[in-house]
């Protein structure tokens, strides 16, 4: 994302944009420059410009991708099925499940079927006496072919409406709803606007590979920004809610806008316990210390943890902020706990620490999803119940009531990452991506860890046994 020559409107509009992406916190710093810089003071712009230089090293490229994911749309489905059908080039968004549907429906007319979901090979196929009294003049492989043609698309319109959905509870997970924020609004308010883009660029920071934690994406430059934005008295804070729900923040609010605010929080967590009861149900977790197991759909599971905690986490702090927080007395679902990987288990257990201490609340309690549709209860008492027993805090953990703000961070430039590991610039870090290096999968070329030269890894990494290594 290059700020350079821009106008302060078209870098806000950048900005706009960057809330559905995933740009490097510098590079939103150099567009928040361009689009409010003149109304600094010194010092302000000093720490500014101190994040936005960072967006200009190694020429501002990096390896990493600036987008989550995309899903791949059913243009070659769709495209099979236009030539073999003889169909007309209209009215069929590859890019949309529903379309993909609909258009899944007028193949299945055209075989004898009704209903896109009713496209079994062996069940629904029409005999070749029911063909003929419907009228469709084929021969038995050519409908077969076709038939085949309409499963794909309608099992296509299914895996990408997957997909999709997977993408949005990322941008959920990473940044709440700032990607449905309007553009008008955006433009409107151009601080509150910088402020959202660049803590939601923080929360999208890809997870390092230690054992210190994740750093706090409330960082200085979060705060001058979250600073001029609390001095303004025509600030937009619905706008800023939907990305930072905080005690501050939903104190600023309408009821109504809080209500509102509860209802969409309680509708992902629903959302999202669904999907998370279908991975769970589809694989075998050991919950006692949710260790990464063969076959186990690591990446889904902890994406939707991420959503599921995120949603969880601003209704605790909607609730607190409209002094509902007595409704945990009714209904208090637990938190969801991600899967680790084995090497980094092994690398805490070496360096004197142990599982996370919320994995033994978390094994106490019902599932979130049995909680939410009603299977198990779980009220307020039971959740401290479970945390004295594991020797949790249930307020400063964040259980039953919001979470605590963390320490100030300071700024730092985004490490180049290869699944986790730090490296020492974006070539190398694409060579060692190209290899399948850290992957933990075969490595391509004879490349293992001792062929590596040295300072080019930034990172400490365990060794096998689990203990690490400089």
Known sequence: MSAAGLSAQEALLAMHGSLAQRPRPEDVAHLVLRAVGDQLGIRERMLLGRAARAASRWNGWSAMSSEFARPVGGERQVAAARRLFDLPADGVD?????????????LGESLGAVDPHRLDFLRDRLSRQARSAAGIELSKRQYNRRFRVA?????????????????????????????????????????????????TAKRKLRREFTLSGRDNPYDEVADLLFRRCAGNPATDWWMIAQAYPAPEVLARLSEARRGELLGRWWTTM?????????????????RATMVVRRGNDSSTWNLLCGAYNTARAAWLATLAASGSIGLLEASCPGKAMMLIAADLAAWHRSAGGGLHPDLGVWARLPLPWEVLDGTATCVRRDVEAACADAGVDPVGSGWVAPRPAGALGAFRPTPELVHGVSIADPVWATVLRSAGAFSGKAVTGGLDRAGIPDGVVVSDLPKPSGHAEG
């Open 270 to 286: 629903r959302q999202v316990a669904g999907l998370l009861q279908r991975v769970w149900s589809a694989s075998e977790f050991d």
């Open 151 to 199: 499963q794909r698309v309608a099992a296509k319109a299914a895996r990408l409406g997957t997909e999709q959905t997977k993408r949005d509870l990322t941008l959920v997970a990473r940044g709440g709803f700032a990607a449905g924020i309007e553009r008008g609004a955006f433009l409107a308010d151009p601080w509150a606007g910088s402020f959202v883009a660049y803590y």
């Open 94 to 106: 590859a890019d949309d499940p529903a379309s993909l549907l609909e258009f899944t429906l007028r």
